[in-house]
């Protein structure tokens, strides 16, 4: 009877999100002894964006579950006030300390902070080290459904004022008929990134700023705009490696700021470094902050 009451709570419960998407209710899920787990709790350690399903939420509760019988089973025989459970205690507040120090001054950079100034004197003194494994091709793209409308635009497209503003054309909520599913702007893509794979032949043989002509697939019917091509061996556009950059640049920023905090914390305390027994020389360092 408990294990049928509650998947009928799960069930109500799911039913209730998926139709109604609002916020969930203080409803319990399960329980163990006096220890509850409510669907609220559910949705805020769960991603929700798209919804939950009823298997997660059964998953989570049997999880649950679980971890709350073994954490009363050991609290029962004491375990949690070992000697053992609070150094591992001691241990994880000390490393939980630090960390929020560590986002708080050395860690609160982006790549978004990094200037493309930046990013372009990187580029320009490693280009060495993004050398093209594959080939890859710069493209933008349109979907439609039917090959008329892909057609039309590929024609706007050249004949107009170009591609953008023929995206835009179609993007215009005065134009009720359009029949565009979907597009991509300024995008690279290896062979095996591109699908549908048919799309690859079509889009190394463009030349740079050359329209295709609409590619019939599965998934629709494909306009290409080519932005470059790239070849194994050469060195690619500063574009296809700006986030590899961006993240370098971010570590070197903080390995620099954390040397440079650690340095002044230095200064303000009394440090000593005993290495006697450590070496063969048996050297005692010992440095006084100022």
């Given at each position: 009877?408990k294990h049928?009451?509650?998947?009928l709570?799960?069930?109500?419960?799911?039913?209730?999100?998926?139709?109604?998407?609002q916020?969930?209710q203080?409803?319990d899920?399960a329980?163990?002894?006096d220890?509850?787990?409510?669907?609220?709790?559910?949705?805020?350690?769960?991603?929700?964006t798209?919804?939950?399903?009823?298997?997660q939420?059964?998953?989570?509760?049997?999880?649950?579950?679980?971890?709350?019988?073994?954490?009363?089973?050991?609290?029962?025989?004491?375990?949690?006030?070992?000697?053992a459970?609070?150094?591992?205690?001691?241990?994880?507040?000390?490393?939980?300390?630090?960390?929020?120090?560590?986002?708080?001054?050395?860690?609160?950079?982006?790549?978004?902070?990094?200037?493309?100034?930046?990013?372009?004197i990187?580029?320009r003194?490693h280009?060495?080290?993004?050398v093209?494994?594959?080939?890859?091709?710069?493209?933008?793209?349109a979907?439609?459904?039917?090959?008329?409308?892909?057609?039309?635009?590929?024609?706007?497209?050249?004949?107009?004022d170009?591609?953008?503003?023929?995206?835009?054309?179609?993007q215009?909520?005065?134009?009720?008929?359009t029949?565009?599913?979907?597009?991509?702007?300024?995008?690279?893509?290896?062979?095996?990134?591109?699908?549908?794979?048919?799309?690859?032949?079509?889009?190394?043989?463009?030349?740079?700023?050359?329209?295709?002509?609409?590619?019939?697939?599965?998934?629709?019917?494909?306009?290409?705009?080519?932005l470059?091509?790239?070849s194994?061996?050469?060195?690619?556009?500063?574009?296809?490696?700006d986030?590899?950059i961006?993240?370098?640049?971010v570590?070197q920023?903080?390995?620099?700021r954390?040397?440079?905090?650690?340095?002044?914390?230095?200064?303000?305390?009394?440090?000593?470094?005993?290495l006697?027994g450590?070496?063969?020389?048996?050297?005692?360092?010992?440095q006084?902050?100022?």
């Amino acid at each position: 009877m408990k294990h049928a009451a509650l998947a009928l709570i799960l069930l109500c419960s799911i039913t209730l999100v998926s139709c109604t998407r609002q916020q969930p209710q203080l409803q319990d899920v399960a329980k163990v002894d006096d220890q509850t787990l409510t669907l609220e709790t559910i949705y805020r350690q769960l991603d929700t964006t798209n919804g939950i399903s009823e298997m997660q939420v059964r998953m989570f509760a049997r999880q649950w579950v679980n971890s709350e019988l073994l954490f009363q089973e050991a609290k029962r025989l004491g375990l949690d006030n070992s000697d053992a459970v609070r150094k591992n205690l001691e241990d994880a507040r000390r490393q939980l300390t630090i960390n929020a120090l560590l986002e708080k001054e050395i860690f609160n950079d982006t790549p978004q902070s990094v200037s493309e100034e930046e990013v372009a004197i990187y580029f320009r003194n490693h280009q060495e080290e993004f050398v093209l494994r594959n080939d890859i091709v710069y493209i933008s793209l349109a979907v439609f459904s039917s090959r008329e409308p892909a057609a039309a635009f590929r024609e706007a497209a050249l004949e107009g004022d170009g591609w953008d503003a023929a995206v835009a054309a179609l993007q215009d909520p005065k134009n009720t008929s359009t029949s565009l599913i979907t597009k991509t702007d300024s995008v690279f893509y290896t062979q095996a990134t591109l699908f549908p794979s048919k799309l690859w032949k079509v889009a190394s043989a463009l030349g740079t700023n050359e329209v295709s002509f609409p590619v019939r697939t599965s998934a629709g019917y494909f306009v290409l705009l080519s932005l470059g091509s790239y070849s194994h061996g050469a060195v690619p556009p500063v574009e296809f490696v700006d986030g590899a950059i961006r993240g370098r640049l971010v570590m070197q920023k903080r390995q620099q700021r954390f040397a440079e905090y650690v340095d002044a914390l230095r200064k303000k305390h009394t440090v000593e470094i005993n290495l006697s027994g450590t070496s063969t020389d048996h050297d005692s360092l010992s440095q006084i902050g100022e």
